[in-house]
């Protein structure tokens, strides 16, 4: 029951993450500067993380948030969603989804080269296939190969350099307050894009509700997947992370009529093969 209880959470939690993005897109859409999207984004999601801070009765300031390594965090934080965020922008949301992907496989490199995980040649395999299935997306050197796609491949840096990062975060620190200042981060980054942007536009009612719903919907699920990850097995739950592709390509088709070529989704099966089978073999190493 717990397994089943915890793939539940993670599949809300993935819905819960690609409709964020696909309200993000619409905002950027309607013309409003990806940096103006960033503060406001980043200060809702601070506020919120805060709350819920307070309601476990915890501090929202912690001396261990200037530690380097906590600074390190925050600086992949700021490059995963800026960069993301305008690869919703500008790119299709189905493309930037799969590209988004193969976090966990550079996750699992970059442990492996930072922290000196053991990773076998099998996975090590697996690694370099999910990276293949990133180029047959990106296609470079080809017709349908497009310079704004490498704004999601940015992204997926930034995120992966943030998940490490948050490996080596003080364990004093919860995960409501690394929230706290993931989605604080965001608004002096926003701030600093905006002025290069050239100023924000006026934030009507269509705006605003969809900027707070991605917010609130946003940090639900990112609830929703803590939840996950602490009650099911990790084998388990984990690949069902995995279903917010599935979602990304509903939501891509419905909303934005988005019909995804053959390499694009020939690319995005072999990344979520070759993640799932990254997964069970790191949990299957850790049980020898």
Known sequence: MDNLRGSLFMVAAMLGFAIEDMLLKRVAGSGMPVGQILIIFGAGGMLLFMALTRA????????????????????????????????????????????????????????????????????????????????????????GFTMASLLAVAGLIGFAGRDLATRAAPKVLSNFQLGIYGFAAMVPTGAGLLLWQGGAVAVDMARGGQLAAATVIGVAAYWALTVAMRTGEVSVVTPFRYTRLVFALILGAVVFAERPDAMTLLGSAIVVAAGIYTLLRSRRAARL
């Not at 915890?58 to 993301?84: C, D, N, S, T």
């Not at 919703?88 to 590209?99: D, P, Y």
């Open 56 to 143: 476990q009765g915890q501090r929202i300031w912690h001396p261990a948030v200037v530690q380097p390594r906590m600074l390190l965090k925050a600086a992949f934080e700021v490059m995963g969603r800026l960069f993301y965020t305008l690869a919703l922008a500008f790119t299709a949301l189905s493309s930037a989804s799969a590209i988004l992907q193969a976090t966990p496989l550079v996750v699992v490199a970059g442990a492996a080269l930072i922290f000196g995980e053991k990773v076998g040649w099998r996975r090590w395999s697996a690694i370099l296939i999910g990276l293949l299935g990133v180029l047959v997306i990106l296609r470079p050197g080809l017709e």
